[in-house]
């Protein structure tokens, strides 16, 4: 087991910046790939980002590339997000989650799930 628990969100102005973390707990955190996914009001939950194991590989939705940078580090286990001009669109719940690589990640088969937390991006 792994247990992921977010942590960061919350009110951000449009055009500034916001860090998400995810600490991980449980089995280890470097034998997983790491994820994003967001949650809007009344959408289903959709990929933002996912890394290797090792930090090498890193993929990202197109609506956030460019904008957003995944990182880990494996000897803290945390996992974070960096939120560079985010726009009002970026409202959402982000959920950490882990799986076995960052294809799986990719296509939504996460092995663990953090419960979220709520970042709103006013304009």
């Known amino acids: 087991q792994v247990q992921l628990v977010e942590s960061g969100g919350g009110l951000v102005q449009a055009g500034g910046s916001l860090r998400l973390s995810c600490g991980a707990s449980?089995?280890?955190?470097?034998?997983?790939?790491m994820g994003w996914f967001r949650q809007a009001p009344g959408k289903e939950r959709e990929f933002v980002a996912t890394?290797?194991?090792?930090?090498?590989?890193?993929l990202y939705a197109d609506s956030v590339k460019g904008r957003f940078t995944i990182s880990r580090d494996n000897a803290k286990n945390t996992l974070y997000l960096q939120m560079n001009i985010p726009k009002p669109e970026d409202t959402a719940v982000y959920y950490c989650?882990?799986?076995?690589?960052?294809?799986?990640?990719?296509?939504?088969?996460?092995?663990?799930w953090g419960k979220g937390t709520l970042v709103t991006v006013s304009s």
């Open positions: 989650a882990a799986g076995p690589s960052t294809a799986t990640i990719l296509n939504g088969g996460v092995d663990y």
């Open positions: 449980g089995r280890t955190f470097s034998g997983y790939a």
């Open positions: 890394i290797s194991w090792s930090g090498g590989k890193t």
